[in-house]
């Protein structure tokens, strides 16, 4: 358990604001001063893979911490009351401004990163979507820039997040 984990950064209970705030060792704090728990859990996240006619994957480059200016794929968090399916659809909107034609879910990583000194959990899940029309895409929001590569040309140590870099060697595996 590293500096930044939420077990080494809250100290106070979120209820009442006393310091008997204790971490269960898994996934829970508990105050013993008014017994109510606080449980950290993962946060849902989208990520799309992307192919042109070329069979060049799309990386898009990070404009913000985490990992600003590394390599990594397009996506982003899901809201509250929104699906995956919707999420990654707005997000290749907001990121790249192309619109998805069609999405098949793939799989799910597990990521974990620091940001602002707190460490973050969450599930990335993976889809396949389909792009009918690349002519109005640029980069927007919180990427820099992008780029489509061959995937045997696409070097790990490139991308900034370790889920982003198990979803690559999952799709190198899988072009095999």
């Not at 950064?9 to 979120?14: A, G, H, L, S, T």
């Not at 600003?68 to 929104?82: A, C, R, S, T, Y």
């Not at 602002?116 to 599930?123: K, V």
């Not at 900034?160 to 690559?168: A, D, E, F, H, W």
């Amino acid at each position: 358990m590293n500096e930044f984990h939420p077990a080494n950064v809250f100290k106070f209970c979120p209820y009442c604001g006393m310091a008997d705030f204790l971490w269960n060792g898994a996934n829970a704090f508990s105050c013993q001063s008014c017994r109510r728990q606080y449980y950290i859990n993962m946060a849902a996240a989208v990520v799309a893979v992307i192919y042109n006619e070329k069979g060049e994957l799309l990386l898009t480059r990070r404009k913000n911490n985490p990992a600003k200016g590394f390599f990594d794929l397009p996506g982003g968090f899901v809201n509250i009351g929104e699906t995956a399916e919707n999420a990654v659809i707005r997000e290749i909107r907001e990121e790249l401004n192309i619109d998805v034609s069609a999405c098949k879910f793939m799989a799910t990583f597990p990521n974990e990163y620091v940001f602002d000194g707190i460490q973050y959990f969450t599930e990335d899940i993976v889809f396949l979507c389909k792009i009918a029309d690349f002519s109005s895409m640029s980069a927007n929001d919180d990427i820099s820039n992008y780029e489509f590569r061959l995937i045997d040309k696409i070097n790990v140590y490139e991308i900034g997040l370790n889920s982003i870099k198990n979803v690559i060697k999952f799709l190198k595996e899988q072009s095999k």
